[in-house]
């Protein structure tokens, strides 16, 4: 009786420690209350902080931007582009100097967003915030490269050649850009989709059974997705754009069922 008693105690003293522990991870360490005034006050420094890291970037990427237009320029082999209005490449300057001082200021932007919600975190939550946060941003930077690699030349080349006996190829300068900087960017948006499943997943939202299981939506949202963020009309570039968000989204169950959810 008294190995019995020791042995319940013992199974007691683990339970206790296990919930212990269950509960310390949903504890908010180092928690500070502040007020709502002190929680605006923090976000308005934390926003001006990144406002003048992308506006910094920016100036210095205006002044080296030539090099950047002409590494845009050359998915467009064969095409002369014109300037259509007075000052067209000066606007076309700087908007690429924005978004490539925006790329270049995101991991200082993204520090600033953590810094921001880290109190309002349990240990659990920060447990992912770190993958999560590397995960993204890799992603993110792997659909701007396949987008510069294989869907911009694949738009590009179905352009050209659809209309290279009827007329001759002469763009404004302003649209290509416009055309380019969408195709990079709504990829990278489209490689985060196995971030937020993920995210569903380990919070419990979203089981990969059920993830599955909607696999004919899951296509039918692809080809639907693929056409709104393609600015081209060609199947060819809306099919390697849906093919992509395909292959993203079945590696995304992939990654969930490892995680047993």
């Not at 042995?7 to 908010?28: G, K, P, R």
């Not at 792997?142 to 007329?167: Q, T």
């Not at 849906?242 to 047993?260: D, E, H, Q």
Request: glycine fraction near 8%; hydrophobic fraction near 55%; charged fraction near 15%.
């Amino acid at each position: 009786m008294p190995l019995s008693k020791d042995a319940d105690t013992l199974v007691d003293i683990e339970e206790d420690s296990f919930l212990a522990d269950n509960d310390s991870l949903d504890e908010l360490p180092g928690n500070v209350e502040m007020s709502l005034f002190e929680h605006l006050e923090e976000l308005r420094m934390r926003m001006f902080y990144a406002l003048v890291a992308t506006v910094i970037a920016a100036i210095g990427c205006f002044i080296i931007v030539k090099p950047i237009v002409q590494l845009l320029e050359v998915p467009a082999k064969g095409v002369k582009f014109l300037q259509l209005a007075p000052g067209e490449y000066f606007f076309v300057s700087v908007q690429v100097a924005g978004y490539s001082g925006l790329l270049i200021v995101s991991p200082f932007i993204l520090y600033q967003i953590i810094q921001f919600v880290l109190p309002g975190l349990t240990r659990r939550e920060r447990h992912f915030l770190g993958p999560v946060v590397l995960g993204s941003s890799i992603l993110f930077f792997a659909g701007l490269i396949f987008s510069y690699l294989l869907l911009i030349p694949a738009a590009l080349n179905f352009l050209i050649n659809y209309g290279a006996e009827v007329v001759d190829q002469l763009w404004s300068i302003d649209k290509y850009f416009k055309f380019v900087l969408l195709l990079l960017f709504s990829a990278g948006l489209a490689f985060q989709i196995p971030v937020i499943q993920l995210l569903l997943g380990s919070l419990g939202i979203v089981s990969s059974q059920t993830m599955i299981s909607g696999w004919r939506y899951v296509i039918l949202g692809a080809v639907v997705l693929g056409a709104i963020l393609t600015p081209s009309t060609d199947p060819l570039t809306q099919s390697l754009l849906a093919g992509a968000i395909l292959g993203l989204y079945f590696s995304g169950i992939g990654l969930v069922k490892l995680l047993g959810k």
